[in-house]
């Protein structure tokens, strides 16, 4: 069963790539409770994609989406 988009959760790593910055950064945009983010039993932080939309919304923050068809290749 295919997960809902926007209640798919993103790892600090993944938002920093979406949003061009790094994961440090984003990890002061939670801790400062800019952007909403939960944490797992195991104490990883977790961003709901909605979430993520809201806080690029607010702050003008453009999401760089991958391309699906680019493809990396190792030399």
Do not use: N, Y
């Not at 977790?46 to 290749?73: M, N, T, W, Y």
């Amino acid at each position: 069963m295919a997960k809902d988009r926007r209640t798919q959760a993103l790892t600090t790593h993944e938002v920093a790539r979406l949003c061009g910055v790094s994961p440090p950064t984003v990890v002061r945009w939670i801790e400062s409770d800019r952007l909403r983010a939960f944490r797992t039993p195991g104490g990883h932080r977790r961003v709901l994609r909605s979430a993520l939309e809201a806080f690029c919304a607010q702050h003008k923050v453009p999401l760089v989406e991958p391309d699906p068809g680019l493809r990396a290749i190792l030399v």
